[in-house]
């Protein structure tokens, strides 16, 4: 690949050193990030290239030491990065900064805004002022983008102002995990799957996103935000999404993008009048996770606060494809493991011909199941009911047609942000979020946040190291059904 520039501003902050240079670290020993190539780290304050060198250097230093191929690799990694200080709200060292980074329409520059949303409109008029908004420049804007639909608005206009909507790329990092992008290979790859696709055939569909973390240092970002906004408004409705959309005719990026808009306009509006009956919100007091004390979310914050870190939603898609089929959400912090999983189960056969559970002379047919775990154990099972072998006569057990994707694919899976930094700079913008789905989430999510603040009711609490409130199992149960456990 052509050399480029990439800027990272909040370049010592956490996702830069977590995330972003550990995934640039990888594509240049995979051979993609070529010499001539330049990373800037742009903070507010000062320090040299060496002393930023070294920063990284010790935040790659775990995954240097898994892969000799990465160890050999990091000190000429090193050499093709910069520090440079910039003060955003200062114009004094931006001239000086542009004039460096040049703005030939031939190079590709992305400027990777890994800074707070309220700083997004400044960083955009700076780069404009300075001249460097024009071909060329790529930005990469983090979630969240606002806190509902009118300041997601205020942000998208300002980057709109400057830039055309091609240069923007809205990172949701879950689009970037291998899995993910697997859900459209396994949708669109395989035929066996899309003439079952639909409410004749799908009794339901689970979405989990289960995590172990708490707030970690992230308190004061969270309790702004609660798990509705953090990962629902993004993460959950994308994978939803992914699930329920029609075929897009290519792997164009508007044609998939303007299939995800379509299922994100055909939600079943909640608020006010259905919230109570359709979502669940909680908060995790102390617990044990893993084996492990952890205090409750009120004794890491420090203050009393409303703010939900566990959802669920029963939510639904309107449409001839979808008409009555759930779609059941949950995610939430402080769980029993972590886990990310999308189960489809599928409608029971009509007719039992190996008898009547009614009259006891057999046990009720599992109804098939395509689970897809995104993580860990990435892999995907198709449950289906077999005959258990040897004398005792038909008699029926349900079992897993078991795809791991280490075992097939072994190596390592790349990290979703090494798909998403490389795209960004060949301009695709497939696995990113277009303005009009993030407007579409928010306003499904607003009412639902309206709602809740309406009702006053305080977030359930759940125990750190379980599953989240017990009206999240009762959400689910109430229809007959039971949130997915592998057996
Ligand atoms: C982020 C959220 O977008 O996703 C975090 O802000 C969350 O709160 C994280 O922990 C989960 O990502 P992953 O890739 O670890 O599942």
């Not at 010592?12 to 190539?37: E, N």
């Not at 898994?66 to 200062?90: C, G, I, K």
């Not at 942000?155 to 949701?172: H, K, M, P, T, Y």
């Not at 795209?423 to 946040?449: C, S």
Request: net charge negative; glycine share 8%.
């Amino acid at each position: 690949m052509a050399p480029f520039d990439l800027v990272i501003f909040g370049g010592t902050g956490d996702l830069a050193m977590r995330k972003l240079l550990p995934a640039l670290l990888h594509r240049f020993v995979d051979g993609q990030i070529g010499p001539g190539t330049r990373i800037y780290g742009v903070a507010r304050d000062s320090r040299s290239d060496e002393a930023w060198r070294e920063r990284v250097r010790e935040a790659v230093a775990d995954i240097a030491a898994a892969d000799p191929r990465v160890a050999e690799a990091v000190d000429a990694f090193l050499a093709l990065l910069h520090y440079r200080q910039l003060d955003l709200a200062s114009e004094e060292s931006w001239p000086a900064f542009a004039a460096e980074i040049g703005n030939s329409p031939d190079r590709v520059r992305v400027f990777y805004l890994a800074v707070g949303p309220s700083l997004f409109a400044n960083v955009a008029d700076r780069l404009d002022a300075v001249g460097l908004a024009g071909a060329g420049t790529r930005v990469v804007v983090e979630k969240p983008i606002g806190k509902d639909s009118a300041s997601a608005q205020v942000i998208n206009e300002a980057l709109g102002r400057v830039f055309d909507e091609s240069q923007v790329f809205r990172i949701d990092h879950y689009l970037g995990k291998e899995t993910v992008q697997n859900l459209t290979a396994l949708r669109f790859g395989n035929a066996l799957f899309e003439p079952l696709w639909k409410a004749e055939h799908i009794d339901h569909v689970q979405i989990t996103v289960a995590e172990t973390v708490g707030v970690e240092g992230r308190a004061a970002y969270y309790d702004r935000s609660g798990a509705l906004r953090d990962m629902v408004q993004n993460h959950l409705l994308q994978l939803l999404c992914l699930v329920a959309m029609e075929p897009p005719a290519s792997l164009a990026a508007d044609a998939i993008r303007d299939e995800k808009l379509k299922v994100l306009r055909a939600l079943r509006p909640i608020g006010n009048g259905n919230a109570a009956q359709l979502t669940v919100r909680g908060q995790y007091r102390a617990g044990a996770v893993e084996g492990r004390a952890v205090p409750g979310y009120l004794d890491e914050l420090g203050e009393p606060s409303n703010t939900e870190t566990f959802v669920s939603i029963k939510a639904e898609v309107q449409n001839w494809r979808w008409a009555g089929v759930p779609f059941y959400l949950r995610t939430g912090k402080r769980l029993a493991e972590r886990m990310s999983e999308i189960v489809v189960t599928f409608r029971r056969v009509p007719h039992s011909i190996f008898g009547d559970p009614a009259d006891g002379s057999a046990s009720p047919l599992a109804p098939n199941k395509l689970v897809i775990r995104l993580q860990p154990d990435e892999g995907v099972k198709l449950w289906l009911m077999n005959k258990v072998p040897g004398p005792g006569g038909m008699r029926m057990r349900e079992v897993a047609m078991d795809l791991s994707f280490a075992e097939t694919f072994g190596g390592r899976q790349p990290d979703a942000y090494e798909r998403l930094l490389m795209d960004v700079v060949r301009g695709n913008p497939m696995l990113f979020m277009r303005r009009d789905e993030v407007d579409a989430a928010w306003h499904w999510i607003d009412p639902i946040r309206v709602a809740w603040e309406a009702s006053h009711d305080a977030p359930k609490p759940y125990t750190a190291g379980g599953w989240g409130p017990s009206a999240a199992v009762a959400l689910i149960e109430r229809d007959g059904r039971t949130w997915h456990e592998d057996a």
